[in-house]
């Protein structure tokens, strides 16, 4: 993580694609950060989306697992000069931070809806860390694609 001379922050429902030494950062509870990397290109790309599927006329659509990622996927390869077939991902996220006794688990949709459509897209997931209680913090190097995350209360474990 030595390599990251600039964390750019990317929001909620927000995507952000740079290259090398910038990096990406992002907080995260049941929301699910997807990273994207092309190794070759050293160009790398960080979705942070709330809900697993658009409904309504919200025209932010990287809000949502199911209009977000493919956006996110197509500007990476058509905008931003990534190779498609070097693309892998790495999620974080999807806590389930609130009690619904026993109501719909947001987290869960999300990370459910996201590695349905990576699996549909044919991008391998190389590294996930999902669920739990607490929030994430993550960290993207865009050189190196290592991804430093920490739940809060624990210490950093890099993917």
Request: net charge positive.
């Amino acid at each position: 993580m030595n390599n990251v001379q600039n964390a750019i922050t990317v929001g909620v429902g927000d995507l952000k694609i740079t290259q090398t030494p910038n990096g990406l950062k992002t907080l995260l509870g049941s929301c699910i950060g997807i990273v994207l990397h092309d190794p070759i290109n050293r160009i790398g790309g960080l979705l942070h989306i709330m809900l697993p599927k658009k409904n309504g006329n919200d025209l932010k659509i990287t809000k949502y697992a199911n209009t977000g990622l493919p956006f996110f996927i197509y500007q990476m390869v058509t905008h931003a000069g990534a190779s498609r077939g070097a693309l892998y991902a790495k999620i974080f996220g999807g806590a389930k931070m609130f009690e619904t006794n026993g109501l719909l688990n947001i987290g869960e949709s999300n990370e459910q809806e996201v590695r349905r459509i990576l699996k549909e897209e044919r991008i391998n997931i190389v590294a996930s860390r999902t669920g739990g209680t607490k929030g994430y913090n993550i960290l993207f190097d865009t050189g190196t694609g290592e991804v430093a995350c920490r739940i809060f209360g624990e210490s950093v474990i890099v993917y």
